[in-house]
């Protein structure tokens, strides 16, 4: 029963193996939230800090917004660092928004991804800048949530907002030497494109129709130029569907 699970996973959250202390963390009791409040400050590992405080949050809700707020202040690892963000986050999100702020200058692949979920939500233009500075450093792994959330607030923003982001998102699709990005960086364009054959099918005005028509003819020609300038045939058979 309830009791003897309580009893394991207070030996487990003992274990001198991360994992195991983690595992406990899993199956722990309420009752033990002051010794998960302690964790997350003293256990030695990074993993099980944050698991400790992902745990307090389950237990406490929004009162465990200050003690996130603390990790943020004495922590040096990405992974509590991580947890705090998502805890402040989810009670609070103009609190959040203004902690991810402030770590727009780490470079870790996880946190990178995460704070764009963050500014991609927020539908600030501002954030444009920091998203592409890092669409060339997260790894493979994180490169296809990172583009999809830059994909996301690009779509948000107005038609003039978009447009000057498409002579980068092709020199991407000419020149970046990982294919995932070359396939997302067109995909983007295709997006914007689609965004405004929308847009020209919604407005009334003739003049304004014209105007979107003007812009959806130069993104078809900026893909056409990618697929021609393009030696990757699977690549090129990808790209068609974007058309």
Known sequence: G??????????????????????????IGMDKKNEVKSMIFTDKHSSTRAKALSVY?????????PVAEKVLQKEQAYEPIKAALEVIYKHDKTKGLQFADQLTSEKAATLVSYLTGIFADSGDPAYLNYIEENLVNVSVYQVFNV???????????????????????????????????????????????????????????????????????????????????????SLKARYKSFQ
């Open 57 to 65: 949050e389950r237990f406490e809700g929004e009162a465990a917004v």
């Open 2 to 27: 309830k009791d003897t699970l309580n009893v394991l996973a207070e030996q487990l959250i003992k274990d001198k193996h991360q994992i195991i202390r983690n595992a406990g963390l899993s199956v």
């Open 147 to 233: 583009f999809g959330k830059y994909k996301e607030l690009l779509l948000k923003q107005d038609v003039d907002t978009m447009m000057k982001r498409v002579e980068m998102l092709k020199n991407m699709a000419f020149n970046d030497g990982n294919v995932y990005r070359k396939y997302l960086a067109t995909s983007t364009v295709s997006a914007i494109k689609d965004k405004l054959v929308k847009k020209e099918m919604e407005a009334t005005e003739e003049a304004e129709k014209k105007a979107f028509v003007t812009r959806i003819d130069q993104l078809k020609r900026v893909i056409e130029e990618i697929i021609s300038n393009e030696d990757d045939q």
